[in-house]
């Protein structure tokens, strides 16, 4: 069910209706609607995967209990002991459904091969198996809960209905993004409506909606078409291609998170931030911080800092094995292909000068000149040098294997670089949509936050705002593009 159609707007408003009509004066109505509205909402893709789900969900649920029990204990070593096996049970359960269900048959082929390699047979092959969507997602959370739990940054939740309602909250369950167990926190008050909240979650929803059926999806007929004509086309051409599908996978992931944080304001929630003007970064490192933010803070909490510590008598060389560990378990929680792996290495040999410059830990603000707010030469230059890294990545990303990725970038090798790039039907539009949405980005680079989010909008008379409401909702209806899945769901 995507954001992005009719039946989704009908579930949407059958939901809001219930949730703020009838549980109005209940916060166990309101938490109830909630969690019943996500599992219908996952279910309605796989309903056997749905008992799955809930399998685990009430498997984590008593494990954070036993955790927090085992601590209540007066013997502190027995506590420790006990408890911490609990963890490692949740641990294990977590890492073991994403083994199993997304990198089992990876594991499996690629011994294969290397059965092949070595002239050897294999009598055995891969099995059909069937990812659960949001799997990655979702477990990150159940993670996080156990973990936290463990380390008494948060109360087990004794509420099961709460506790399911953090786990499968239904804008955030197929493509993030990843709450952390605060989220539950908000769950135990009744939430009020308020005007604003809902006027800002509009506003939100709109530009996430322009920004994937519009941006993105246009980006991609003009993307898929070079990609299969790779060898065919100029190099100039695989040039634009790959800056667009930079600008594809942004406004794709990007908008579905900013249309995943507007369901949530309408229903009165908060939900973590995910993008914060990625391409607007200094450094590879200010990127990562403005990118996937939800996944890159829980991979910094749970991965990065418990390798540094180990490590910190290592120094900077320890702290450069820290980051290139945990970005390739960024590069492998994509998917389950050596490309991915390669992708994820390359991030962290990218941090490799920061860290030993200095850089890493520095978080530097863009200069710009202040009567006409653009960049100042020097951070132009470095916003830009970062985008072409992370272009380059993004090549690698799209790639289905190293050698496509390789006979692309020898595609860019090639005196047509100087020609003009191959334009079909609607790419004038789409650069210029793609413009739009930076300019738009760049102006409100500040306000990011969903509490303010847009804020400066406010600003405007009201028939401007309304103007401005209607313009991208008469864009969505008149320019979009051909309807794609969104990227992230096969993570």
């Not at 609607?33 to 008992?51: D, I, P, R, V």
């Not at 290592?314 to 390739?328: E, H, P, Q, S």
């Not at 650069?431 to 500040?446: A, P």
Request: hydrophobic letters at 55%; glycine letters at 6%; aromatic letters at 20%.
């Amino acid at each position: 069910m995507l954001f992005n159609s009719i039946p989704f707007l009908l579930f949407f408003i059958v939901v809001f209706l219930l949730y703020w009509l009838v549980g109005k004066n209940s916060v166990k109505v309101q938490n109830l609607t909630l969690l019943l509205a996500s599992w219908f909402f996952y279910g309605f893709t796989n309903l056997k995967m749905l008992l799955l789900f809930i399998a685990l969900t009430i498997a984590y649920y008593y494990i954070g209990l036993a955790i927090e029990k085992a601590y209540d204990k007066s013997d502190t070593k027995k506590a420790e002991r006990i408890g911490g096996r609990w963890t490692t049970l949740g641990v294990l359960l977590g890492v073991g459904a994403l083994l199993y269900f997304k990198y089992f048959n990876f594991f499996i082929d690629s011994f294969i091969q290397l059965l092949n390699l070595c002239g050897l047979h294999a009598g055995f092959h891969s099995l059909n198996i069937i990812m659960p969507l949001g799997i990655s997602f979702f477990t990150f959370r159940l993670l996080a809960y156990v973990l936290d739990v463990n380390h008494g940054k948060v109360h087990a939740e004794k509420d099961f209905v709460k506790f399911a309602v953090y786990v499968s909250f239904f804008p955030c369950i197929l493509s993030g993004p990843i709450d952390r167990p605060q989220f539950i926190k908000q769950l135990h008050k009744r939430r009020v409506f308020e005007y604003e909240m809902l006027s800002s979650a509009v506003m939100q929803f709109i530009w996430g909606l322009f920004k994937k059926v519009v941006v993105a999806d246009n980006c991609a007929t003009y993307v898929n078409l070079v990609w299969e004509n790779m060898s065919s086309v100029s190099a100039s051409t695989l040039l634009l291609a790959a800056f667009l599908y930079a600008f594809e996978l942004y406004a794709d992931f990007s908008g579905y998170s900013d249309m995943a944080i507007a369901v949530g304001k309408g229903l009165g929630l908060k939900v973590a931030d995910n993008f914060h003007t990625p391409f607007y970064a200094l450094n590879i490192a200010d990127f990562w911080r403005r990118w996937h933010m939800s996944l890159t803070q829980w991979m910094t909490d749970y991965v990065f800092m418990p390798l540094n510590l180990t490590w910190r008598k290592w120094g900077k060389a320890g702290m450069i094995l820290a980051i290139v560990i945990n970005f390739l378990i960024v590069g492998l929680w994509h998917g389950d292909s050596w490309i991915y792996a390669i992708y994820g290495l390359y991030h962290g040999l990218l941090f490799v000068p920061l860290i030993l410059s200095g850089a890493f830990f520095k978080n530097e603000q863009i200069q710009t000149y202040s009567r006409i707010d653009i960049p100042k030469i020097k951070d132009f230059g470095r916003m830009f040098l970062t985008f072409m890294l992370v272009v380059l990545g993004f090549i690698m990303f799209r790639a289905e294997t190293l050698g496509q990725f390789a006979q692309y970038l020898t595609g860019l090798f090639d005196s047509s670089i100087l020609s003009f790039p191959l334009f079909i039907s609607g790419t004038k539009r789409t650069l210029f949509f793609v413009v739009v949405m930076m300019v738009v980005e760049w102006i409100f680079r500040d306000n990011y936050k969903q509490t303010v989010a847009y804020r400066p909008l406010y600003e405007l008379p009201v028939v401007a705002r309304v103007c401005v409401y209607y313009l991208f909702i008469f864009c969505i209806l008149e320019y979009a593009g051909d309807a794609q899945n969104f990227i992230y769901f096969q993570f």
